[in-house]
């Protein structure tokens, strides 16, 4: 455990170091991380119903229902926010790990940028979801171990997804 807590305090640190000009950026990579998934949702599911790909929109379900899995596991692991929150004006009632932001974004962009399958797309997406997890390290409301838990979990989220779907 004193592991990782030296590894959260470096890392923590050196994120949160970067200029503060780039705030409003992070802010905005924070959004894209959770207000933003249900859209890109109910896109998928709309071209699922409209080009009759039932295994599609069966995707899109379980991304969305597999997302709710973090606010599961932060009720096990009861593990608290950093001290210094940067957005004091935010409320924030759940535990820390694992993040929901990173995994939800790489379970909602990873699918799409899977099922476009366009190397642009693949590249936007990953650095869509790169960008939320240190944006949420960046702004003091994660630790860097809950993005990597998040991303973690979001990756073997999204493998099964494609798996139980069969979009291979």
Known sequence: MQLVSRFDRYFGRLIQNWPSDWRPAMRAASFAGYQLLPLVLVILAAIALTDHRPRLLVAAVLAGSLTTLSLILKQFTHRPRPQVIELSHWRIDSYSFPSGHSFGSLVC???????????????????LILTVGLSRVYLGVHYPTDVLGGWTLGGLSLWLIIELTSLR
Do not use: C, H, K, M
Not at 111 to 116: D, K, V
């Open 109 to 127: 962009y990873g699918l799409a940028a899977y099922l476009i399958g366009q190397p642009v797309t693949v590249a936007v997406a990953g650095l």
